[in-house]
């Protein structure tokens, strides 16, 4: 389905389950594209069907569905569900699950997107609201931020997908918190390690705010073990007084004699007599 310019489509809440028909080919699958218009998805799941009318879970058919909005368009999904949506293997990234295309803006809040080739992704986009968003079960990312900038994200859970919970990369225009990626990396390209080094004091700071008590220890460890990126490593703590290792002249090993006790310049006085 083509969106032309100045149209408005708005799917749910009254319609509570909407399925798209994945065909045998690209080109035969069920989509909804446009450019300038606006695309309100509201209380609703839209899920996906094979040719033979049974319903899929994940994405990964050679038309599965896709959402795909461009310049000038609005793309706001609230409470919703989207599931095994996006296009199989390297094609347009536009086609590869919910899309937010260059010049579009929009939200997504209280929303869920489940089984899809690619959870959700910016490409480009400018000013988009994600705010408790969970993605699980992606093929390959779970969230794809490139390019996009005034970009705002609160409350994001990413786990259980294929490839990364959240890869960004492209600028630094963006307002990141309360971000939860499970066990997987957040990843920037390795050809911008400043911009890693910036998102991950970024998130140290939203940390260190929300928890002063709590910026050293196993809260750092978990942060660590859970938001890993590529190419830019934390600095290693520096160990307590309590686990330093001792000065070599405080532990002499066996055998080594004793240091000479200090002696006095001074002549010691003579006894009288």
Known sequence: MLLTPGTTLRIGPVTKKVLFTAGTTAASGTWIRGS?????????????????????????????????????????????????????????????????????????????????????????????????????????????????????????????????????????????????????????PPDEPHLQRELLQRLRQQRDQAQPERRHGLHREHLHRNLRLRGAHAAPEPSSPATRHPPRWATPSRGTPPLPAASSSRTPRRPRR
């Open 36 to 188: 300038r218009a606006t695309l309100d998805v509201r209380g609703t799941t839209l899920g996906s069907v094979d040719t033979n009318g049974r319903e899929t879970s994940a994405a990964g058919t050679a038309g599965s569905p896709y959402i795909l909005m461009g310049a000038g368009g609005q793309l706001d999904i609230t409470d919703s569900t989207i599931t095994g949506f996006g296009l199989p293997g390297t094609g347009h990234a536009g086609f590869s699950g919910v899309t937010w295309g260059k010049g579009s803006t929009g939200y997504a809040v209280g929303s869920s997107f489940v089984g899809n080739r690619t959870g959700l992704r910016l490409a480009g986009s400018s000013g988009v609201r994600l705010s408790k968003v969970t993605v699980k079960g992606s093929v390959g990312d779970g969230v794809v931020l490139n390019g996009d900038t005034g970009t705002t994200v609160q409350n994001l859970t990413s786990q259980g997908n294929g490839r990364n919970g959240l890869a960004a990369g492209g600028t630094d225009q963006r307002n990141l918190s309360g971000i939860s990626t499970g066990v997987h990396q957040l990843h920037r």
